[in-house]
């Protein structure tokens, strides 16, 4: 447990910030690096706690991982030489780990036994196991196979026609793993765009994968190619200086080298939406991926509808785009967000309970909230549900209210961003 009290501030936030790798592009990395024969590097990879979770599954299961800071050489020969570990795996928190595992783990024809901590061993997993399972593989685990701890006996898979029933790219790549070792072909078909790292990783790293209107095919037929692997920052980090900046008046804030994967920029286009000024400047592309340099300047924002297909590019936003809507003049209604409830913890209760705590005026629906702004929020204590994201939204709160708010424990935020109070005082206690 590790409280914290934070006093309001009311200083603008000013400058540039740096913020950490991507947490979706480097779980993809260490993956596909593993699975790759030869030397991956990955330079500005999360070293968070769920990324390192993805590391050691690999170091369990035989492959070579050096870190050196931010830093990872990844040395294998390829699936082929992987080997059954002796003990369980531990995912911990991560619902990543958790998923895109479970879809290599499905393709090695060995035994595995894979657990996690309490909000993993909650969140669903027959997402995966339904789709892996009609390729072949076995699975068996709480909840008649659906929950952790689980076991797989993996191998001898086959390639699946698969429509996704959910808007999950958790689902999308333990499928499109899977399809790396299965006969024949793995075709996944969304009907809305979720997050497309593992196809472009899977691009840069030779697989045979075609995309066309968001079908995708996948086969077995080239083996991966290591490669260099640069982690763009994570624009899900950068989202909680974004909206500080949006939410404290006087604001002008530059985050540098941020992720700008359409799939993901969501939140840029909701904070425009709503008022804030953001231009993007030194754009760049890394293998398939684009980055570049983020400034906001606050102007008063105003409340939006926030629903349909722009949901999966911004779910991991949505706590701290509550946040933004309680200062923004009239109604911000989210629709279309249920997923919100099978994260880390049910976001929407945890966002909801956490700002009525604070003083907003925020409902909960049964898939997404209804935020009345602009509220003065007053500050109090919190509970940050051992989310990361709760606790960074909630923290991310203190800048404006009129008394401390004290967070119940912050210790999750090192899943994502273990710098994060560092670099909040960085840009607020000058
Ligand atoms: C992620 C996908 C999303 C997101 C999660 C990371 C990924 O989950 O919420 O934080 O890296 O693929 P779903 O695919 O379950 O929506």
């Excluded at 000013?14 to 913020?19: A, F, H, I, N, S």
């Excluded at 290599?104 to 901590?117: E, H, K």
């Excluded at 804030?253 to 799939?263: A, C, E, Q, R, Y």
């Excluded at 629906?365 to 909630?394: C, F, N, P, Q």
Aim: aromatic share 6%; charged share 20%; net charge negative.
């Amino acid at each position: 447990m590790k409280e914290v009290t934070l006093s309001p501030v009311s200083s603008p936030l000013t400058g540039k910030l740096q913020v950490p790798g991507d947490k979706s592009i480097s779980h993809r990395a260490v993956i596909l690096g593993s699975l790759a024969e030869g030397k991956t590097t990955v330079g500005n990879f999360l070293t968070g706690e769920d990324c390192m979770r993805t590391v050691d599954a690999f170091r369990h299961l035989g492959v070579s991982i050096e870190q050196d800071g931010n830093s990872l050489a990844i040395d294998s020969q390829g699936p082929g030489h992987f080997t059954e570990s002796e003990s369980p795996l531990y995912f911990g928190n991560s619902g990543t780990t958790a998923r895109l595992m479970l879809g290599v783990l499905a393709g090695l024809p060995f035994f595995t036994s894979v657990y996690g901590d309490t909000s993993l061993a909650a969140r669903p997993m027959d997402r995966v196991v339904s789709p892996l399972g009609k390729m072949g593989a076995w699975f068996d685990g709480r909840k008649d196979g659906s929950n952790f701890p689980m076991a797989i006996r993996g191998g001898h898979l086959q390639g699946i026609r698969y429509t996704l029933p959910i808007k999950s790219a958790q689902v999308k790549s333990a499928v499109l793993l899977a399809g790396l070792f299965a006969e024949g072909v793995t075709e996944v078909m969304e009907e809305t765009a979720s997050r497309n790292h593992t196809e472009k990783m899977l691009q840069a790293f030779g697989a045979d994968i075609t995309e066309t209107n968001h079908h995708i095919r996948i086969t077995n037929q080239k083996p991966l190619k290591a490669a260099d692997v640069y982690v763009p920052g994570d624009v899900s980090s950068a989202a909680f200086f974004m909206t500080a900046a949006a939410i404290v008046p006087g604001s002008r804030l530059t985050l540098t080298n941020v992720g700008l994967n359409h799939s993901r920029t969501g939140i840029i286009d909701v904070l425009q939406e709503m008022g804030a000024l953001i231009e993007i400047l030194n754009e760049q592309t890394t293998g398939g991926e684009k980055f570049g340099d983020v400034t906001i300047t606050y102007q008063k924002l105003k409340g939006i509808v926030i629903e349909g297909d722009i949901i999966p590019r911004l779910i991991d936003e949505l706590p701290v785009i509550a946040l933004a809507a309680t200062q923004a003049e009239g109604e911000t209604i989210i629709r279309d967000a249920r997923e919100l409830r099978f994260k880390e913890t049910d976001r929407i209760k945890a966002v909801t309970d956490g700002l009525t705590r604070l003083g907003a005026d925020i409902k909960p629906t049964e898939d997404g909230m209804v935020i009345k702004g602009t509220s003065g929020l007053t500050g109090g204590k919190v509970a940050a549900y051992d989310d990361h994201r709760i606790a960074m939204m909630l923290a991310i709160a203190s800048l404006i209210t009129e008394q401390n708010v004290i967070i119940d424990d912050v210790s999750s935020i090192a899943i994502s961003y273990p710098d994060f109070f560092e670099h909040l005082n960085m840009l607020t206690r000058k």
